[in-house]
């Protein structure tokens, strides 16, 4: 199935507090950094994967598109169900026409490792977004490959790659956490011979290297001093088609489970939650705060840790948050603000220098969300202070999300709980991470309309 993109008009929103508390029980989409590399890894086996629970937003979707014309079949056969036939780590060819990211930088930056250890021209660019965002981060490590990269200034998309089919293999050590880096330089590794290796100064998400395993790669972990990590991946591996089952995605969740605890009476759970150790850093600042958070019906799909999360309504407090637990919650900071906001005290969150390259800048996008909406918040270097209202949060501010899917959808669970109306600018690229999101908070309460 060939998907056809088409930029949404822009949907603006007024959210208002809930008429009674939220309720039901409720399963979000698919993760979406495991749906992304589900269909890469697939992409690059020999033989059919099946992915069941793939998360079939906007970003996932450019990635389907991007392998299919790089030479994998992918068809869709059911809701959340895919098949893959790969091309084997050999099997790719040179795309036809641009490749068109979306709104996506983990597609953008995992596909140059892939792009950049194949013998072949390719050319990504992206919407107004992404190709705002740099990529010389990937850029600079990958060109150790051989590979010749030609951007805009800056290392802004469009992006063209001269990929080199016998890259040597690389050692790395990043300058800063970040799981899209470290997978992007292992990905190039799989077509080098020898052994690749990245040092990471603190663990981040480690979804490349459990899946890598699960697709037959040989690759290593180690500890290294305080909290960091010595990944190394054997090149030229067989990866062999495996089936996978994708996990509810922790940050989706996270927009679920906030408003529960925010909206007062309220009780809420979400099932079938992936529940990697580094990726659940939010939940550990959530019961630092004394966040009613009760985990139920443990277990493991596809070599990732599932359970399900029951979040009620109650007095919170502030909480400092160290550096280190940013790589497992980077993607949930602008929620956990919004949470601090209606909480009694100060919270300062440490480390947030790689809010600065998301979707938007999100450390400056954040701040602007709660100032514009009566809350009292700082930045010093690299940290955000929230003074928190304890109790409903002023609101009554228009917010700009930039075209940021995590701004907007933390809004407008700040609307809710808000004593005045929030105005969102625009909803639309709610999609590109989770489709449905709108109707999915109606079904527990919420009463949002456009």
Known sequence: MKTDHVQSSVRALT?????????????????????????????????????????????????????R??????????????????????????????????????????????LASHGFTSVMTGDASLRGRPMKRVMDPLAAT?????????????????????PPPLSYRLPVASAQVKSAVLLAGLNAQGETRVEEPVATRDHTENMLRHFGATVHVEPMGAGGRVI?????PE?????????????????????????????VSVRGVGLNPLRTGLFTSLK???????????????????????ATAGAL????????????????????????AHATGQSRFRGLEELRVKESDRLAATVALLEANGVRVEVVGDDMIVHGTGGAIPGGGLVQTRMDH?????AIVMGLAAQKPVSVDDTAFIDTSFPGFITLMNSIGAGLAA
């Open 15 to 67: 959210v208002h507090a809930p008429r009674a508390p939220l309720s039901g029980s409720v399963q979000v989409p698919g993760d979406k950094s495991i749906s992304h590399r589900s269909l890469m890894f697939a992409a690059l086996a020999r033989g059919t994967t099946h992915i069941t629970g793939l998360l079939e937003g906007e970003d996932v979707l450019r990635t389907a598109d991007a392998m």
């Open 69 to 114: 014309a790089l030479g994998a079949d992918i068809t869709r056969t059911g809701a959340g169900n895919w098949t893959v036939r790969g091309c084997g780590l050999d099997g790719l060819h040179e795309p036809a026409d641009v490749l068109d990211m979306g709104n996506s930088g983990t597609a953008a930056r995992l596909l140059s490792g892939i």
């Open 146 to 166: 051989g590979a010749v990269f030609l951007s805009r200034q800056g290392g802004r998309l469009p992006l063209a790659i001269q990929g080199n089919a016998n």
């Open 232 to 236: 190394t991946v054997q090149g030229r």
């Open 239 to 267: 990866l062999v088609a495996r089936d996978i089952v994708v996990p509810g995605d922790p940050s989706s969740a996270a927009f679920v489970l906030a408003a529960a605890l925010l909206v007062p009476g309220s009780a």
């Open 288 to 310: 630092e705060m004394g966040a009613d958070l009760v985990i139920s019906n443990e277990r493991v799909e596809g070599g990732e840790p599932v359970g399900d999360i029951t």
């Open 317 to 340: 407090h502030g909480v400092d948050v160290p550096a280190t637990r940013a790589p497992s919650m980077i993607d949930e900071y602008p929620i956990l603000a919004v949470v601090a």
């Open 406 to 410: 995590r701004l907007a959808m933390s």
